[in-house]
């Protein structure tokens, strides 16, 4: 009787081994998906843990940076890419991973500073940007490295580019703003950061004699 059960063409054997082969297969598609789902998480954390490790690289050599140019006698066109590296012990190769020089580490690092503001912060630094500038931390404590090196023009033009970038984005984001003008974005973007860009020199050459509130006034008047 058994071995008629058994026998490979009898009903039942088909049954039993039909339940066998959707019950493994059940099994292993359960254990695929764990799998996947495993994978899945480990991935998302190798990628976070890179980003981190990518975020505290860049912290630190813009620290160094600005460490370094804050020493008396040293300037940007004096300080190699070297110095940063050890000073930021990290090494060369790494650093040219992240920027094609010294100016694009500068360059780069302020405008990641720059993604921090939110709309408010956008508005004011369009109508009252010295006052932005005094409630923004990092640009305050830069204000030597701007006086120190303001005949460095490859450094200023670099600078005054990367804002009229920030001041093209804060009228594109802020439509209502951009609408109200009556001559090319460009054009104004060009006009608004250069004035800025030397007013601000001026003022910090001037020890601040005016206030951020006065400097505000003075800058709207001459933007008419």
């Not at 939110?118 to 990092?138: C, E, G, I, N, S």
């Not at 003008?181 to 005016?210: C, N």
Request: proline letters at 2%.
């Amino acid at each position: 009787m058994l071995k008629r059960f058994c026998h490979s063409n009898h009903p039942f054997y088909i049954k039993i081994t039909e339940f066998i082969i959707k019950d493994s297969l059940l099994v292993l598609n359960d254990q695929f998906f764990y799998n996947v789902q495993i994978n899945d998480s480990v991935g998302d954390v190798s990628m976070k843990k890179e980003d981190l490790r990518v975020k505290r690289t860049r912290k630190l050599l813009f620290d160094s940076l600005i460490r370094l140019l804050n020493k008396p006698g040293i300037t940007f066109e004096g300080v190699t890419v070297q110095q940063i590296c050890e000073d930021a012990m990290v090494h060369r190769s790494t650093f040219y991973s992240h920027y094609t020089d010294k100016y694009d580490l500068f360059i780069v690092e302020l405008g990641r500073l720059d993604d921090r503001l939110d709309a408010a912060d956008r508005v004011m630094r369009l109508k009252k940007p010295f006052t932005m500038m005094q409630k923004l931390d990092y640009l305050e404590e830069l204000e030597h490295v701007f006086l120190a090196n303001q005949n460095d023009t490859y450094l200023a033009n670099r600078l005054q580019q990367s804002f009229k970038k920030n001041i093209e984005r804060d009228l594109t984001l802020l439509s209502a703003e951009a609408d109200k003008l009556d001559v090319p974005l460009d054009m104004y973007a060009e006009f608004h950061s250069g004035t800025i860009a030397m007013l601000h020199m001026w003022w910090l050459r001037q020890d601040k004699v005016y206030t951020a509130e006065e400097m505000d006034i003075y800058f709207e008047r001459l933007m008419g």
